[in-house]
């Protein structure tokens, strides 16, 4: 990525685990908070890491950056989670520059996502390089990158089907219920935790099952009742949690923590109770499975029971790949001029120097001098030529390689790192 005069650093990696290898408790190990990701930020910029982007969630941790070999990004992931690197190799995959553009296009277009189609992760990648901006740590390659990415999601998501049909994971929460649950517009309904899953969730609760006793429980009891307030439900303080699951018949559990918030001994009651846990890393303790009135299920199983509309949903991938090949070779394209912008604009300054030393001379022949038309047209001519040494340098017929050092050459040209 030298080349391309866009980095200090010799390559652009991703770095990361997902769904397709890694379990939810291995991906739990490597799950970064908001606070996770701060710290991970604070100390890249103490190692002198000048561009990364960090997305975590259910599915996927991933680190996007310049780096001199990948394992800075990795050990960066290990000293902000509780994954280690043995654990890392076991289950992740490296991509480096051209892969690992790719790799961004695949994931924030849904089609590297558990449920195809599924654009939530866009919204992450969104959010990341606002903060890695705000923290400095958002260089021009990886902002336009991110926005040809968004670009590409937007098209896929408009242009095709492949977002078709209902297979989020909140729906797909509502439909195991239907399924498994009978008379579920009279059962009592616990959802624990105010996430995107559970605020997705709950609206797919109101809207599906006409169920009038669904009642939110979360530490912050603002932002229950901030969602409580949309739909005309019930919260209940958090020191009420294991009086509220006593009395219902479905716990939906949708929290954020690094470790179970609800196990066995929460449970007092002897009646059934279907627990579903939609959080990554696991917030329901494996040990509710000895009672014998709770079915507990995760995400992971939720994430397999809509089959057919991703059948369908495949049959849209090309077009979508075609998409992305398309919004790829723009980025691309601007890429390639990447490599030649330090040698135009050093061809320029050195243009405007040759037309400063004839204006001057100019200047003290003519009596009558037009100072500025004369700034006017040498000013055009330098743009001209310049712009006509860039179209060169864009065909793909040529070297660009030996046609930079002709250029160079001729008009003794030394691009130095402040004219890039």
Request: hydrophobic content about 35%.
């Amino acid at each position: 990525m030298q080349n391309y005069n866009i980095s200090k650093s010799s390559s652009f990696y991703a770095i990361g685990l997902s769904y397709k290898k890694a379990d939810a408790d291995i991906r739990g190990h490597f799950s970064l908070d908001d606070e996770s990701k701060l710290n991970l930020l604070v100390q890249a910029k103490e190692n002198n890491i000048e561009s990364l982007l960090v997305i975590s969630t259910c599915n996927r941790t991933e680190i996007y950056g310049f780096a001199q070999h990948p394992y800075q990004l990795i050990q960066l992931l290990c000293d902000n989670t509780r994954g280690t690197v043995e654990e890392f190799r076991e289950v992740a995959y490296i991509y480096k520059n051209q892969e690992a553009i790719a790799h961004m296009f695949r994931v924030g277009s849904g089609l590297d996502s558990q449920i195809l189609g599924d654009f939530e992760i866009i919204s992450q990648l969104r959010v990341s390089a606002r903060l890695s901006k705000k923290h400095n740590l958002l260089n021009p390659f990886s902002e336009r990158l991110v926005n040809a990415v968004i670009q590409s999601s937007k098209r896929i998501k408009n242009e095709t089907g492949i977002s078709s049909g209902a297979t989020s994971v909140s729906f797909a929460s509502v439909q195991y219920i239907f399924d498994t649950v009978e008379d579920i517009s009279n059962k009592n309904i616990l959802l624990f935790g105010t996430g995107k899953i559970g605020r997705n969730t709950c609206e797919n609760l109101v809207k599906h099952t006409k169920n009038e006793h669904i009642t939110l429980i979360n530490r912050t009891k603002t932002k229950a009742e901030q969602i409580a307030g949309k739909f005309n439900l019930v919260v209940k303080d958090y020191a009420n949690l294991q009086e509220e699951i006593s009395t219902s018949d479905i716990l939906i559990v949708a929290t954020g923590a690094q470790r179970p918030t609800v196990d066995k001994y929460l449970i007092q009651s002897k009646k059934p109770l279907l627990i579903l846990d939609l959080s990554i890393p696991k917030n329901v303790d494996e040990n509710v499975n000895d009672l014998p009135n709770v079915s507990l299920v995760h995400l992971d199983h939720l994430s397999k029971i809509t089959d057919r509309t991703l059948e369908a949903r495949k049959q849209h991938i090309p077009f979508a790949e075609a998409i992305i090949e398309e919004v790829k070779a723009e980025f691309n394209t601007w890429l390639e001029t990447r490599k030649f912008a330090p040698t135009i604009k050093a061809l320029k300054h050195k243009l405007n120097g040759f037309a400063s030393a004839e204006l001057d001379v100019q200047r003290k022949k003519i009596s009558d001098f037009n100072e500025a038309q004369a700034e006017l047209i040498s000013n055009k001519i330098i743009q001209k030529i310049t712009n006509h040494f860039a179209h060169h340098l864009k065909d793909d017929t040529i070297s660009t390689d030996e046609s930079l050092e002709l250029i160079k050459k001729v008009f003794q040209l030394d691009p130095s790192p402040k004219n890039a």
